[in-house]
């Protein structure tokens, strides 16, 4: 009976065990559905509260602030150095770029494109530009020389014309700078237009012009001795013309060919040819060589540093003879 009994008295538990439990859960299950939806259709409501809290401040540090902007940072305007309070991206910096300390030299491979046409302007075409250039200014010292009779390593041969001068050895360059006229120009202001017919060899340095005696004084008293100049080309006005000179021991087997009174420095010279215009190698003693004959008392075409080109025709070959054209170069 015991056994019965206690079995009879645990029955209602297990009834009144599952009837209010289920009425309890499904309360509660209402309860939470009901703050649930009453949770998410609030305004700014829902699960995720905090993460879209965040994304509109990282969105206004992003994009709102000017200086953190890669459009700001990439602007021509601004400057290259990051603000304390941001660094620019890998891609705003490429595109800022970094300046030179001159601010004249590229910073770029695409920034030097500009510089290319600038050089042909200077020089007329790139082929034809030797050290000497125009357009630019050089900087160097002026000495001074005793011209004798004024010949000198560009084998013009004597002259009475004391306003010359003799060029440096890397600014000679292979006698291109022979017949060249050149403004010289003291630091006192001082200025001289002299024409190169020698060749300074070392020490004389790069930038370095060895003045005619009469020259130098037109800048300073001799005893000075060495002055800081300035010194660009010129291109003067002249009245003379451009002749032609074979070399002695000249003949159509083998030939040197010089030019002289050219108002503008030479920078090549061609004859022309059976396999047409044919460049002919410079001395240093500022003639052109053709070694086999070829060419020798054919059309000899000139080109100036400027990239003038002119035809001379009609001159045979007579050794050390000074033969006169109409042509000359025209002036810049």
Same mark, same amino acid.
């Given at each position: ?229 300035? =010194? ?21 087997? =083998? ?21 047409? =215009? ?55």
């Amino acid at each position: 009976m015991a056994t019965s009994s206690h079995r009879r008295s645990r029955r209602p538990d297990r009834r009144t065990g599952r009837r209010v439990p289920v009425v309890t859960v499904v309360a509660v299950a209402a309860v939470a559905l009901l703050v649930s939806l009453v949770v998410a259709f609030r305004p700014g409501g829902g699960g995720d509260d905090g993460a879209r809290a965040v994304e509109p401040a990282a969105g206004a540090a992003a994009h709102g602030t000017p200086t953190a902007s890669p459009a700001a940072t990439a602007s021509p305007t601004s400057s290259p150095s990051p603000s304390p309070s941001s660094s620019p991206s890998p891609k705003s910096s490429k595109a800022s770029g970094s300046p030179s300390p001159t601010g004249t030299g590229p910073a770029t491979p695409s920034a030097a494109k500009p510089a290319a046409p600038a050089a042909r302007t200077a020089s007329g075409t790139a082929s034809s530009a030797g050290r000497i250039r125009p357009g630019r200014t050089y900087t160097g010292v002026a000495t001074a020389y005793d011209i004798g009779d004024g010949n000198g390593a560009c084998s013009f041969g004597p002259t009475s014309d004391v306003m010359t001068a003799a060029m440096n050895t890397a600014d000679y360059d292979t006698s291109e700078a022979c017949g060249a006229y050149v403004s010289v120009r003291a630091a006192s202001g001082a200025s001289v237009t002299v024409r190169i017919t020698n060749e300074c060899p070392a020490p004389c340095a790069a930038g370095q012009i060895d003045l005619s005696q009469q020259a130098f004084a037109k800048l300073a008293p001799l005893v000075t001795g060495r002055i800081p100049i300035t =010194w660009s080309l010129l291109s003067p006005a002249t009245s003379e013309t451009i002749s032609i000179r074979y070399k002695t021991g000249s003949s159509p087997y =083998w030939c040197g060919i010089q030019a002289i009174g050219h108002r503008n420095p030479l920078a090549r010279l061609e004859v022309r040819t059976s396999a047409g =215009w044919t460049r002919l190698a410079r001395t240093g003693y500022n003639y052109f060589l053709s070694e086999h004959g070829a060419g020798c008392g054919s059309p000899i075409r000139l080109t100036d540093v400027y990239g003038e080109q002119l035809t001379v025709e009609g001159i045979a070959v007579r050794a050390n003879v000074v033969q006169p054209t109409r042509l000359q170069f025209a002036r810049h």
